[in-house]
């Protein structure tokens, strides 16, 4: 993989898995305020953007798998973290939404 396609690949993990992360606190927060449509919305652009982040990781697997070597470089390595901690955090903006749902339900 030439050098240009390698940091667009990583550049795309770095962004897609900041915006999922972002929408999926943005969910947390419309969820808290009681606006589950809105943390619904949210969630659902998080899981958008986290298929988007996972199609420039699939790249650089293929690459892999197809015995092209990629040189590790600490942005690689952040981008990789990057991209974990947003799938990690969309998980649990999830058992928050559905959290606040319950609670909510409870409520009235």
């Known amino acids: 993989m030439d050098e240009t396609k390698l940091q667009?690949?990583?550049?795309?993990?770095?962004?897609?898995?900041?915006?999922?992360?972002?929408?999926?606190?943005?969910?947390?927060?419309?969820?808290?305020?009681?606006?589950?449509?809105?943390?619904?919305?949210?969630?659902?652009?998080?899981?958008?953007?986290?298929?988007?982040?996972h199609h420039s990781q699939t790249e650089l697997l293929t690459n892999e798998a197809q015995g092209e070597k990629t040189d590790f470089s600490l942005l690689l390595v952040h981008s990789q973290d990057h991209l974990m901690t947003s799938i990690t955090?969309?998980?649990?903006?999830?058992?928050?939404?559905?959290?606040?749902?319950?609670?909510?339900d409870h409520a009235d």
């Not at 898995?17 to 969630?43: M, W």
């Not at 058992?95 to 609670?103: A, G, H, K």
């Open 8 to 53: 667009t690949a990583i550049m795309g993990l770095i962004m897609y898995g900041g915006d999922a992360k972002c929408n999926a606190i943005e969910a947390i927060t419309a969820a808290k305020q009681g606006d589950f449509k809105r943390a619904h919305e949210k969630l659902t652009e998080a899981e958008k953007s986290l298929v988007k982040a």
């Open 89 to 104: 955090f969309n998980d649990l903006a999830k058992e928050f939404v559905c959290l606040y749902e319950r609670l909510a």
